[in-house]
């Protein structure tokens, strides 16, 4: 063991200034090294000597962080990262009791036997540890340190009732958690310390603590290890932890290390237990206030001096036993089990061959499991990094790259943030190895920023969900009675006196859900309060907005941009919509008014513009008599009229009236009569909206997307729904309007007396297959009987014959050479199927203008589709002795004309005709 020129155990209890003492010595001398046990305390430590010294000369150095100036004089590092062997004058390691613990004390053991400063050494701790420290460490010199003020013991205390600058200590996750919420509930805030958080994350919210802003700090035993804060009484909500293989109740010492940090410098403090927290023995409480505890018997070791000729010599020299009465060789370590694992993978056999592969192996084994994840899926991550340091010498940037984006999120809640936090410490580490990656400087601050931009989200996160800060800042300024200042922002969100508390959606004020019920009706007032004046210019904004900033939804909602600002109620008649504004009652009627102005002036403006043919009909005054009457008619039915509602009454009209509706755009099909120009999809969507209204309707009917000839009927759709979509049903589908007038000029040219069969015209107007467009008629009331037939194939083209150069003759085709062409032509069909379709009225004694294979039937194209034998005015005469409700199947078939077969478009045809 190494001899030093002045070796020193300063020990004594907690709040003795002993880190504080060490500083001091190590300022005192050229260059200096100190090793503290949490990442978190050597940043606080770091931070102190930057203040007194300057960052140019101080480095520190963590397992996650490295800050190494050119002219590095003192170096703050965590045990496991502080460098031993660069001359140092004065070295010192910080909790030297942790000596005993099961996982890192062998690395606290090592420093003590061999890691030592030219000048000075100074090992700071516990008095439990210095019976160790004499027999092991020769001719060292003791001092003891009195604590600066008194520590009493409290008993029980409720959480209700726990005085200010009160720490609770719970040793888990979920109890931190679930203490934090009730304390945010019955005292209005806690800040919330773990040894997880990163030390940007740990040092916001003791600011928050430090600062006054909350008097309670709920934290796991962190606290114990050197962080100074303000703390009057430290609180027990358990006595028992999880060490990460067992559950088991804390140390003596341990309870006295976290109940310490009550009381700062001269200030006495107390500490105490509560929740299910038995009240301590009173044994133990006299201990803890007076410092006695048992003596350590025994402090963890390993063996340092590894053999990497092998992975079986490396785990060997790792399992070496040792023979001191006060040494027991450490149980298996993280890094050890890692190893393990590592070595049994079948691919890893061949991969490792020599001394330097089974170095890197060690290397990369010492990554810690930041993630907490089970061993195995540990092992595969590090076996993918050794792979990378084995064949390209370093980790891949893009792969990198990968890892780190995919952990670059501020979104989620604790918990997700947390996760995040503990992935990007691995790559953290990976960053500050030196020569694992390509360029370790990019890679070092690439990961600080993620981790920054995490513990900032973190610490928001955890801000909103356990402290109440908006109302204690409202409240304040409200009982101060100062005028409170609102901001919106370009997303909506509002902040009075730089405090959230909510949204703004046009206008009206969602108040956020997390704030406390007991708050809300005060942040409330207070927020529209602030909120008045935005109001007021949000108004002006949206009276002179243009309309192509408004809308109205399906739902009769009235939309200014992303949010709503109004729905349409039922007016006086369904033309005439009215307009109902959402705004805050206590805004006041000025905003009010302004805002339902401009609404109803928009619906206006939009029904004048998409029923402007209709409502010039309505104005003319050139109509009377039965055309006005049916324009009415029209109107009230919003431009679409199925005619056999109105049969008798178009009957009644003559064509001087239907030619003075005609003028108007009014179109007398023989199914519907409409206003083509009514059935664009704007006119569609408003008249659907405009109908529910009048009818009273809770949910409105959807608009059928654009451009579709047809659509699916819906199971228990009102026909209606339909008729004012702009669509008709028939069979298990709604065909358009306009384009079923389309369908029925092509009808009008069948002679139906034989049947019929569906020409590609037909089939191409409705976009459907043969069996589709059999159900569409079905549902028109046309009755189609199925039926195939041989495929009529089409003569094959003639073609020059072949031959070679010399003009002989081609060979003749073999049987083999035929053969895969005679089974192809096998394999077609050998027949078609195909519908004929006949009229099968459910009602025989409809008038014949309303049967769609003759007479007027409806409004077509002049000269097209007429059938042959009309009389004067376009009536055809009875057939059969004036019985019009004869069935027309009875009458004979017309003779089917003649079908060239040279001609190929009439041949592609023939397989829609009817088989004589």
Known sequence: MLQQARTTAVLGPTNTGKTHYAIERMLSHRSGVIGLPLRLLAREVYDRVVALRGPQVVALVTGEERIVPSRTQYWVCTVEAMPTDIGAEFLA???????????????????????RGSMETLFLGSDVIRNAIADLVPKVQFMRRDRMSELTYAGSKKISRMPPRSAIVAFSVDNVYAIAELIRRQKGGCAVVMGALSPRTRNAQVDLYQNGEVDYLVATDAIGMGLNLDINHVAFAGTAKFDGRRMRELMPNELGQIAGRAGRHMRNGTFGVTGEARPLDPGLAEAIVNHRFAPLKKLQWRNTELDFGSV???????????????LARAREADDQIALHNLATMPEMADRIVGPSDVRMLWDVCRIPDFRGISPMEHASLLARIFEFLQNGGHVPNDWLARQIKRLDRADGDIDTLSRRLAFIRTWTYVAQRKGWVDDETHWRDATRAVEDRLSD????????????????????????????????????????????????????????????????????QASIAALKPEFHLRADRFYNAPDTELDFTEQGGLMWGEHA???????????????????????????????????????DRKVATLFEPMLNMQRDEALAGLPRGFAFRLIEALGILPRDQVAQEVKDLDQDARGALRKHGVRFGQFTIFMPLLLKPAPT????????????????????????????????????AYTLSGYRKAGARAIRIDMLERLADLLRAQDSRGGFEANPDML???????????????????????????????APEPSAPSGDADGAAPAPI???????????????????????????????????????????????????????????????????????????????????????????????????????
Request: one cysteine or more; glycine letters at 10%; hydrophobic letters at 35%.
């Open 93 to 115: 390691i910080d909790e030297i009791q942790l000596c005993a613990d099961p996982d890192r004390g062998h690395v606290f053991t090592d420093r003590l036997l061999h890691a």
């Open 312 to 326: 079986e010599r490396l785990t060997s020299a790792l399992e070496m036993p040792i023979d001191d009465p006060w």
């Open 457 to 524: 989200a973190l610490h928001g996160a955890l801000t909103q969900r356990f402290v109440d800060r908006r109302t204690s800042v409202l409240l304040r300024r409200l009982k101060q009675k100062e005028g409170l200042v609102a901001d919106v922002n370009e997303k909506g969100e509002v902040t009075v006196e730089g405090q959230f508390v909510g949204r703004l959606e046009g206008f009206r004020f969602s108040q956020d859900a997390s704030t406390n019920p007991d708050e809300a009706k005060t942040v409330r």
């Open 565 to 603: 600002v109004g729905k349409l109620v039922a007016g006086p008649e369904p033309l005439r919509p009215q307009v109902q504004a959402f705004v805050e009652d206590e805004i006041g009627d000025e905003v009010a008014e302004k805002v339902t102005r401009r609404l109803q002036h928009f619906i």
């Open 685 to 720: 969507r408003l008249r659907l909206v405009l109908s529910s209204l009048a009818a009273g309707l809770d949910e409105f009917p959807e608009s059928p997307p654009p451009g579709l000839v047809t659509i699916p009927v819906v199971e228990g759709a009102e026909d209606s």
């Open 764 to 794: 191409s107007i409705t976009g459907m297959t043969l069996e589709q467009f059999a159900d569409l008629m079905g549902g028109l009331g046309y009755k189609a009987e199925r039926g195939e037939r041989p495929k009529v194939k089409a």
């Open 814 to 916: 073999t049987e083999e050479e035929s053969a895969p062409a005679m089974e192809a032509e096998a394999a077609e069909p050998e027949v078609e199927v195909f519908f004929t379709f006949t009229w099968a009225p459910v009602r025989r004694n409809k008038p014949r203008g309303d049967r769609p294979q003759g007479g007027r039937g409806g409004d077509r194209p002049q000269g097209k589709g007429r059938p042959q034998g009309k009389g004067k005015g376009g009536k055809r005469p009875p057939r059969d002795g004036g019985n019009k409700a004869k069935n027309f199947e009875a009458r004979p078939p017309r003779k089917e004309k003649k079908i060239d077969p040279d001609n190929p478009f009439a041949a592609a045809l023939m397989g829609l005709k009817t088989k004589d």
